[in-house]
């Protein structure tokens, strides 16, 4: 019965993987197809195809990425810390996901209650969390 339970979720989770793949794919081709139309040029069909898989195969390590500092930290969420992180490589991205997060700090508005002081371990988590289900 629970063979059956899991062939059944890891069915839906390769439906849902194929779902989001082919949504990624068509917002890709629509953004290329709009820089290309803005460019005044022409991209072929299979070169759209390959910057799409690209982007898509991109966007998969960066989450797979996320979701290991995110563990090694001792965490079941992605903070902007983790994002930043994710950008090592990349001096300039690095430097701007910086200040993107530093305005969206600058634009929070401060609760009007006091809260309990949280941990500081709590405080870094607490920036812009995204929710790691349990495997």
């Known amino acids: 019965m629970e063979e059956a339970r899991s062939e059944l979720e890891r069915e839906e989770d390769e ?3 194929e779902l ?29 195809a390959c910057i799409s898989d690209l982007a898509f195969k991109y966007t998969e390590q960066l989450a797979k990425d996320l979701e290991l500092f995110s563990q090694h930290a001792g965490r079941k969420t992605v903070n902007m810390e983790d994002v930043i992180l994710s950008a090592h490589r ?26 309990k002081k949280a941990s500081r371990k709590e405080d870094k988590a607490s920036t812009s969390v995204v929710h790691i289900p349990d495997l």
């Open 15 to 17: 439906e849902a993987t």
């Open 20 to 48: 989001l793949r082919d949504r990624f794919r068509l917002s890709t081709i629509s953004i290329v197809e709009a820089q290309a139309k803005k460019s005044d040029m022409e991209i072929s069909e299979p070169i759209v």
């Open 90 to 115: 990349n001096k300039h991205l690095a430097s701007s996901l910086r200040s993107f997060c530093n305005d969206l700090k600058a634009k929070e508005i401060p609760s009007e209650r006091k809260r």
